[in-house]
């Protein structure tokens, strides 16, 4: 993380899912179907709780057709009922079995799904359930050329398997018995709640370690500069050190990269693929972390010394005894990650290494004026909309939700990711948000604080606290839209960058700081070492 190139290379690696905020898609609008009165459903996932020979055993995962009525959203509502095999399987004609009430399953195929639940509505059926040749599950509409649609009986479709397990129960002659419900999301849940903390907090300690080193940073400069000869008072200052600045091509390049990219993972997405990713986010999480720790327990009087004191190492130059030191739990904690990562507490694991590499991240490249931060996070914005939207015209689904999934690749998503289990979702899943989603506004919300501590300027009166209430406005903005839309994916910086840069643009108008914000980016200091006072210890 020393080099230029190293930090922009990671910049770009774990911001590419940047605009991906989602919880599970629960409820699915389908615009391209026709729709008419007994037809106009939403597309929901129903439980199937099934039961042999009185026994409680596997709960499948089903999708309700457009026509129909709706299931109960409670299971203690939802009748316990027998499943019959339809005979003939397709139950295109009237079925030879006799039905009083049962649930009857059929295969797909032969005929229109309308068509088969007529008929199994008019043999005496409760409910159908439709054998999918696939394990994913097919969107149920009506015929186009069907100009009514009246059906009194549920209608799901069951993945391949899940429908073979209940073929096979019932071809032993077994007794099996299913309840059909549909759970309802909660409007808000807790983990939404908690990643939005997750994400304000993390910017803000990023944004506070900024701006201290770069005050520390500038008041040595002061100090030297006060007592330097003429020829040291004719080089430019420079107030941080060991930090990469962005430029507005960089910027520009960094969409370019970013998106390249992104069309990378989403071709080559398999299980191979998301293993390298696994150990880039290892090797990043280890650095980031060692590098916040060393940080944290430098301010320690105990760790002084060993944070002073330096051993050259070959490659890797001047290495403090406490980096040293640290480094090995930094790497156990990687690997116990690493190695456990699809267990369902390994979120943990990956949100610790996670938001310190954010943190790592955001404190080493910097927005150096408010101009290079508007490009930046004008192209980031443009970014979203295309990945998440546009490119459903181009790829038939978006490349960016796919991606962020780990669609294709036998994992649940991505490691480049902050993800908190949904605790009261009756379908579980997990919240997250894309790496980008924060460091990108993070960069311009460090900036801001950095200007304020360097001309001294009060919360109130200077541009961090505004920016950052911006910042977590449209965070917040964005989890509404989520939940409006039925918890498809939203990309948040087309809600957090008009609120972020708009807020910062319209304040430095109105205090007439807007020229040295655009351009120069920090404040006319001609004394600095008057001005600036160094925290009290």
Known sequence: MKSTAAAVLWLI????????????????????????????????????????????????????????????????????????????????TTPRNKLTGEVILVHRGNCSFTTKANVAEAAGASAILIIN?????????????????????????????????????????????????????????????????????????????????????????????????????????????????????????????????????????????????????????????????VAVLSCIKSFEHAAKAFINIPFLGGVSHLALVVSPFCVICAAVWAAYRRHHFAWIGQDIL????????????????????????????LYDIFWVFVSKWMFHESVMIVVARGDKSGEDGIPMLLKIPRMFDPWGGYSIIGFGDIILPGLL??????????SNKSLREGYFLWTMIAYGLGLLITYVALNLMDGHGQPALLYIVPFTIGTFITLGAKRGDLRDLWTRGEPDRICPHVQLQPSAE
């Open 133 to 293: 040749n696939s394990t994913e599950l097919f969107k149920m509409v009506c015929e186009a050329d069907e100009p009514y649609v009246d059906i009194g009986i549920p209608v799901v479709m069951l993945p391949h398997d899940a429908g073979k397990s209940l073929k096979g129960s019932l071809g032993e002659k077994l007794n099996v018995f299913v309840q059909l419900f549909s759970p309802r999301r909660p409007v808000v849940d807790v983990a939404e709640v908690f990643l939005w903390l997750m994400a304000v907090g993390t910017i803000l300690c990023a944004s506070y370690w900024s701006a201290w080193s770069a005050r520390e940073s500038a008041i040595e400069q002061d100090k030297l500069l006060k007592d330097a000869s003429d020829d040291y008072l004719s080089m430019e200052p420079s107030y941080t050190s060991g930090v990469v600045e962005i430029t507005t091509t960089s910027a520009f390049v960094f969409v370019v990269v970013a998106s390249c990219f992104l069309v990378m993972l989403y071709r080559l997405m398999s299980y191979a693929f998301i293993e390298v990713l696994v150990v880039l986010f290892a090797i990043g999480g280890v650095e980031g972390l060692q590098t916040c720790l």
């Open 354 to 381: 996670g938001v310190a590499l954010i943190i790592t991240v955001i404190q080493i490249i910097q927005v150096p004026n408010l101009k290079v931060g508007t490009v930046l996070l004008s192209c980031a914005f």
């Open 13 to 92: 690696l774990i911001s590419v899912i940047s605009g991906v905020v989602f919880a599970g898609d629960i409820v699915h609008h389908d615009d391209k179907s026709p729709t008419r009165p007994g037809c106009d459903n939403d597309f929901v996932l129903v439980k199937v709780q099934t039961w042999v020979n009185d026994k409680e055993e596997d709960e499948f995962v089903g999708v309700g057709a457009r026509f129909g009525p709706t299931l109960d959203s409670k299971e203690k509502d939802a009748n316990k009922t027998r499943v019959a095999f339809a005979d003939p399987p397709d139950c295109c």
């Open 445 to 454: 919300v460090a900036f801001s604080l950095r200007y304020d501590w360097l």
